[in-house]
């Protein structure tokens, strides 16, 4: 194996791209409109990568997912300086007060426009 990239499932993309490009600098590197809105996006940024696709695109294209169900994710983003991440996330509704946990994280954990929980974690270096 060498790589996970998860497809979280939407009804629109556009809501989320401020979330991730504005504010958390990651560059849009795949789209597929779906009418006159997109129906697929690859978002990437320092070897993580992030995809939404709507649940309108997946259902035109594998007809057997069309009642697929929707829901909220969990993404857990390790970083390297978690007060960047929070500064550039000021305003976004925090899910979890910012913390450090007994696993040696300093997180903040939020919500995306579109309901996923994202945390994002920086880990002291050991030596």
């Known amino acids: 194996m060498k790589r996970l990239s998860p497809v979280l499932v939407v009804e629109a993309i556009e809501p989320v791209l401020p979330f991730w490009v504005d504010r958390l600098g990651f560059a849009k590197t795949a789209e ?12 990437d940024k320092d070897g993580v990568q992030v995809m939404y696709q709507t649940l309108r695109s997946i259902a035109n294209d594998v007809e ?19 007060d ?8 976004v509704e925090q899910v ?8 040696g994280a300093d997180e903040v954990v939020v919500r995306d426009p579109a309901g996923n929980v994202i945390t994002f974690a920086e880990f002291a270096e050991s030596g």
């Open 84 to 91: 960047a991440v929070e500064q550039a996330l000021e305003g």
């Open 64 to 82: 057997t997912l069309a009642d697929m169900p929707t829901g909220a994710a969990m993404l857990f983003i390790e970083v390297a300086d978690v």
């Open 32 to 43: 597929v409109p779906e009418g006159d809105a997109l129906g697929f996006v690859m978002l």
């Open 96 to 103: 979890i007060p910012r913390r450090k946990t007994f696993y």
